[in-house]
Every structure is written in structure tokens, then in C-alpha cells.
Nanobody, 123 residues
């Protein structure tokens, strides 16, 4: 499975941005992680194939919304009320198997990764 991420760019604080991740095949759990230089990759959000189970990092809860379209093998991360601390390279990830709850926030549990897309939030 190949993942193609898009949607990054420059946005002012308080603004919104929508990231998309298109998969070349069927996936189960889809997720977004982000990374800044010198730090480990950080979990942002994940969604099950059923679309009803979503999980968010505390830092983005209430501001970010992850959705998916299984017919299009696409996931969308809607980011609202962006803050300068949201600045990072965002990576989409996916696995073709059902990841247990304890694994969802662990980047080493995902077999497939897209290229990163830079999101820069200016103050």
C-alpha cells in the first residue's frame, strides 16, 4: 500500500488547513503523526475503517477532526484553530490490519507511511 499525503502549507494562527491522505489500497487503521526537528514523531489522530472510532492527542482534541472515505481510500485531517505549536511535518500512516487500542498511538505499529507534508503556522 502506498500513501500520498497532501494539503500542507503556510497558515496564520487561528486559521484552518485540511490534510488528505490517499491510499493505493484497502487499509484498516489510518493515522496522522507529526514531527519537528530534534523530536520524536508524535501521534496526532487515528481512525478505524468503520469511521466511527477516532482517537486524538490531547493537544489537538476539539480542534482537529479526522474522517475517511473508504470508497476512495482517503483520509482527511481537518485542522482548525491552528496554533504556532502545530507547526511540524505531518505524516499519514496506515495499517491493513486492525491495531489494538494500545498500539494506535505508536508509530512503530504502522506498516505504511506517506511522505511528509509541512504545515507552518505563523503567529
Amino acid at each position: 500500500v502506498q500513501l500520498q499525503a497532501s494539503g500542507g502549507g503556510l497558515v496564520q494562527a487561528g486559521g484552518s488547513r485540511r490534510l488528505s491522505c490517499v491510499a493505493s489500497g484497502r487499509t484498516d487503521t489510518m493515522a496522522w503523526f507529526r514531527q519537528v526537528p530534534g523530536k520524536e514523531r508524535e501521534f496526532v489522530a487515528a481512525i478505524r475503517r468503520n469511521g466511527g472510532d477516532t482517537y486524538y492527542a490531547d493537544s489537538v482534541q476539539g480542534r482537529f477532526t479526522l474522517s475517511r472515505d473508504n470508497a476512495e481510500n482517503t483520509g482527511h485531517l481537518q485542522m482548525n484553530s491552528l496554533k504556532p505549536e502545530d507547526t511540524a511535518v505531518y505524516f499519514c500512516a496506515a495499517d491493513i490490519t486492525y491495531l489494538p487500542y494500545a498500539s494506535i498511538r505508536r508509530p512503530d505499529q504502522y506498516d505504511y507511511w506517506g511522505q511528509g507534508t509541512q504545515v507552518t503556522v505563523s503567529s
